[in-house]
C-alpha cells in the first residue's frame, strides 16, 4: 500500500513540475508578467531570461529524476545517484517554501504549500 501512496505521490509532484514547466514558458514569452515571480526582483527582460531559463532548465532536470526514480523513463544516473539528486532537490524545495512566505506577491506566497509538498515527496523519494 505504501510503495502505491508513493508512486502515487511521484506522479502527483511530476505533474506539478510539468505544470511549473509550463508556467515558465509562459513568463519567457511574456504572457505571463515577470514582474510576479522572483519575488518581484527583476528589473530587465534580459535578466528575467537567464532567470526563467535557469529555472526551466532545473525543472525539466527534476522531471527527468523523477521519471527516472517512477520508471516511467530508463534511468541513466545509478539508482543511488538519483536518490542523492532527489534529496539536493528537496533541500532546494524547502529553501524555496522558505523564500515563497517571505515573498511580497500573493501568487509567490501561495506557492509555499506546493514547494513544500515537492520538498516532502522528493525526500521521501530519496530514501525509497
Not at 505533474?15 to 515571480?37: E, G
Amino acid at each position: 500500500m505504501q510503495n502505491i501512496t508513493m508512486k502515487l505521490s511521484q506522479k502527483i509532484a511530476l505533474i506539478i513540475v510539468i505544470t511549473y514547466c509550463i508556467f515558465h514558458v509562459l513568463v519567457l514569452f511574456q504572457i505571463i508578467p515577470y514582474d510576479v515571480v522572483w519575488g518581484g526582483k527583476i528589473k530587465s527582460v534580459n535578466e528575467m531570461y537567464i532567470l526563467e531559463g535557469v529555472a526551466l532548465t532545473i525543472m525539466l532536470f527534476i522531471g527527468a529524476i523523477l521519471s527516472m526514480k517512477s520508471r516511467l523513463v530508463k534511468p541513466f544516473f545509478a539508482y543511488k545517484t538519483i536518490k542523492r539528486i532527489l534529496l539536493v532537490f528537496a533541500i532546494v524545495f524547502m529553501l524555496n517554501t522558505i523564500g515563497n512566505l517571505l515573498a511580497k506577491t500573493i501568487i509567490e506566497k501561495s506557492q509555499a504549500i506546493i514547494t513544500l509538498y515537492l520538498a516532502v515527496v522528493l525526500y521521501k523519494s530519496s530514501k525509497k
